[in-house]
């Protein structure tokens, strides 16, 4: 037995050395992969893995949905006189293919990824930090109302730290739109996104240029967010099949575009205005506000109520596949990041 014995014994240090067995390697420090733990760790915090994920969940919402997207801003801009674009959803898809090809899908769509990233990145982790002011408990779940006013006060966060990439994207998706005024005016195409940036500073009033129609924007971004928040919220629950903790793939996509589509009906009308104010100094658009008040008048008086809801078919049409992505990828890669750790949906 003891010659037995000195057998088994005896691999104790080969099996200490490395590749040695399936057995551990108590010869090595332990915590040869301590760098790769920490570094799973510092992501999984909620802040930072609502961060990341919320980045992934904008850039992959919004590329789905450009061509749509972009048409909605060619509704949006055109005042009375100017119907290039007046036809049916279809059509002008079937216009900006033949006059742009791909390109005229995409347009604007590298500008708005990355602004969409730090923007949607921005607004889920505020959201993260928001909520913790009216948790009653560390991780305790929050009423419809405290979504709802976290959720603006994260939208409003985001809208100011991205502001002039938003502006820069709207100038870029329509420079080369079959507007005639603006070929007629323009003489040229309007540079890159470094070069609008710097030449709406230069020769627009400088930083506050970067950030005309600003307040509009703030007035339909909180309400549409904490809207988001609070109806997405509520539909998962809706979704989720009794028993479970979580609703399927489908009852999150599902949840994602009600969502989206109950927050951009009522508050669409200052999208409008965003829009009109981001161009308002523009030449050969045909119309220049002073103010929200006279936008609105004139926008109601020259083209009726229908006109704060120009574009607003192409955008529910790309709301239902954006919200959904964008809640899905959101919802996937922060359980990727969170792993085990997680301890709620949001």
């Known amino acids: 037995m003891s010659a037995s014995q000195s057998s088994v014994a005896r691999p104790s240090p080969v099996s200490s050395a490395p590749g040695a067995g399936g057995n551990p390697a108590p010869l090595i420090p332990p915590g040869g992969d301590s760098g790769l733990e920490r570094f799973k760790e510092i992501v999984a915090q909620p802040f930072l893995a609502s961060f990341i994920a919320g980045g992934v969940a904008g850039a992959v919402s919004r590329t789905v949905v450009s061509p749509l997207e972009r048409l909605k801003i060619l509704f949006q801009v055109q005042s009375v006189g100017r119907n290039e674009y007046k036809m049916s959803v279809h059509k002008a898809l079937a216009k900006m293919w033949r006059d742009e090809g791909w390109r005229g899908f995409m347009a604007g769509n590298g500008t708005n990824c990355i602004r969409i990233v730090p923007y949607s990145a921005v607004q889920f982790g505020a959201y993260n930090l928001y909520k913790r002011l009216f948790e009653s408990e560390p991780g305790g779940a929050l009423g419809a109302y405290q979504r709802l006013l976290c959720g603006g006060l994260a939208g409003i966060t985001s809208v100011t730290c991205t502001y002039p990439l938003d502006i820069v994207r709207t ?13 007629k005016e323009a003489g040229k195409k309007l540079p890159g996104m470094w070069g609008v940036m710097k030449d709406m500073y230069k020769n627009e009033g400088g930083f506050t240029a ?13 309400p549409y967010v904490g809207l988001n928040f609070m109806t997405y919220e509520i539909m998962r629950t809706y979704f989720t099949v009794e028993g ?20 951009q009906t009522c508050t669409y009308p200052f999208d409008v205005l965003r829009r009109r104010f981001q161009i308002n100094t523009m030449s050969g658009m045909g119309f220049q506000y002073n103010g929200i008040w006279h936008a609105l008048t004139s926008i ?47």
Do not use: C, H
């Open 210 to 222: 970067l950030y005309r129609g600003i307040l509009p924007t703030v007035a339909g971004v909180a």
């Open 244 to 263: 479970q903790k979580d609703p399927s793939a489908a009852g999150k996509l599902a949840a994602g575009a009600v969502s989206g589509a109950v927050a």
């Open 171 to 183: 100038r870029l998706s329509i420079q080369s739109a079959s507007f005639d005024s603006l070929k």
């Open 300 to 346: 109601v008086k020259t083209e009726g109520l229908r006109g704060l809801y120009k574009g607003i078919v192409p955008n529910l049409l790309k709301v239902a596949p954006s919200m959904a992505s964008s809640w899905f990828s959101f919802e996937l890669t922060r359980d990727f990041l969170q792993g085990k750790r997680k301890s709620d949906f949001l």
